[in-house]
């Protein structure tokens, strides 16, 4: 599986932006699907999972109620709706993928087999 994540860019606080994730295969439907962000010199950190089906979802804190992930198995395509977006959102944004991932272990990074190369989202004050 391939990733490939766009949509990032510059926007200013509590504006929005909707970032993609782009998967090739055909067993993209098989996939879990997260996004995590890091800031350099800081961890990577998750954001929100989503199950194979989009019956399951799971958030960060930090997040909830501000961002919604959504996927179209149709169009291998996992999205993620920032909205409400704050300064401390800016970071370099990444899609993975992961089989038979649910619930709470979308959470965890090392559950997950591919990953992106990221699209920077900088939200300025």
């Known amino acids: 599986v391939q990733l490939q994540a766009s949509g990032g860019g510059l926007v200013q606080a509590g504006g929005s932006l909707r970032l993609s994730c782009a998967a090739s295969?055909?067993?993209?439907?098989?996939?879990?699907m997260g996004w995590f962000r890091q800031v350099p010199g800081k961890e990577r950190e998750f954001v929100v999972g989503?199950?194979?089906?989009?019956?399951?979802?799971y958030y960060a804190d930090s997040v909830k109620d501000r961002f919604t992930i959504s996927r179209d198995n149709a169009k291998n395509t996992v999205f993620l709706q920032m909205n409400s977006l704050k300064p401390e959102d800016t970071a370099v944004y990444y899609c993975a993928a992961g089989r038979g991932v649910s619930g709470t272990s979308l959470g965890i990074a090392s559950f997950y087999d591919y990953w992106g190369q990221g699209t920077l989202v900088t939200v300025s004050s």
């Open positions: 295969g055909r067993t993209f439907s098989r996939y879990a």
């Open positions: 989503i199950n194979w089906s989009g019956g399951s979802t």
